[in-house]
């Protein structure tokens, strides 16, 4: 039987909180000099749920090497256990404001299909200098994107296939893969990029509430995610505080 409260517990010790710009600035820099495969992730509410519903995503967390706190959900429930939830360091603006730091970088992305794949390679090209070398869909097997990357080095690697299956495949890559990389597991970003989805106004982001500007823009495909998965979440946190 899963454990919500030693699950929970463990990711959020894994957590990366970032208080201000100079820390993830220092994260950025540290980033640039690996030497060896690395993993960056983000942790939401929709990620926590997961952690219970999906025993196998739990084992993918343990491999991340950098874990950031993504959405409104993680800054209630650090709150509720006396933690301090840093900034919000969403996907959406973070990894744009990350590929800037590398431009002329080789990067491959498997994400998505391919008419969106296709304007996301125009727009890292045209507006931030990066080079996309090897691109694919999001919809192959685990093996399929280890075969695209075992005789290619590339310096950044974006998958954008949605929870948990990038982060299975960002942790059979970094124990497979020979050279430094950085391994991104990064959601709809890449449909960010093709401007497949719009961005909520600048004001819902600052509050942590995009979440419902994207649920009034899909509520059906995100009833689940957003209304009982959100639930599901408070509940689960109260349960978890309790515990605690």
């Given amino acids: 039987m899963i454990n919500l409260s030693s699950h929970w517990s463990y990711a959020i010790s894994k957590l990366d909180i970032i208080e201000s710009s100079k820390k993830e600035d220092e994260m950025l820099a540290n980033i640039s000099i690996i030497d060896k495969p690395i993993v960056l992730g983000f ?9 219970l519903d ?3 995503f739990f084992e993918s967390i343990k491999c991340m090497d950098i874990i950031l706190r993504d959405g409104k959900g993680l800054d209630i429930l650090l ?4 933690k301090e939830p840093g900034n919000n360091m969403n996907g959406t603006d973070f990894i744009p404001e990350l590929l800037k730091k590398h431009k002329g970088k080789r990067i491959a992305i498997f994400a998505t299909e391919d008419s969106y794949l296709n304007k996301a390679k125009k727009t890292l ?8 070398v090897v691109a694919d869909n999001g919809f192959n097997s685990d093996e399929y994107y280890l075969s695209q990357l075992e005789n290619t080095s590339v310096d950044i690697i974006l998958l954008g296939m949605g929870m948990p299956k990038q982060e299975r495949i960002a ?3 970094k124990r497979e893969l020979n050279y430094p990389t950085v391994i991104i597991c990064g959601g709809a970003i890449v449909d960010f990029l093709a401007g497949r989805f ?7 982001r600052r509050i942590g509430m995009e979440w419902l500007y994207r649920f009034i823009l899909e509520p059906r495909r ?11 979440f408070i509940f689960r946190a109260v349960i978890h505080k309790a515990k605690q």
Avoid: Q
């Fill in 198 to 204: 719009s961005r909520a106004p600048r004001w819902m």
């Fill in 43 to 51: 942790l939401n509410a929709h990620g926590f749920n997961m952690l």
């Fill in 222 to 232: 995100l009833f689940k995610r957003y209304v009982y998965g959100n639930i599901l």
């Fill in 54 to 56: 999906t025993p196998s």
């Fill in 171 to 173: 942790c059979m890559l």
């Fill in 125 to 132: 090209a045209e507006n931030m200098s990066i080079d996309v």
């Fill in 79 to 82: 709150r509720m256990l006396g």
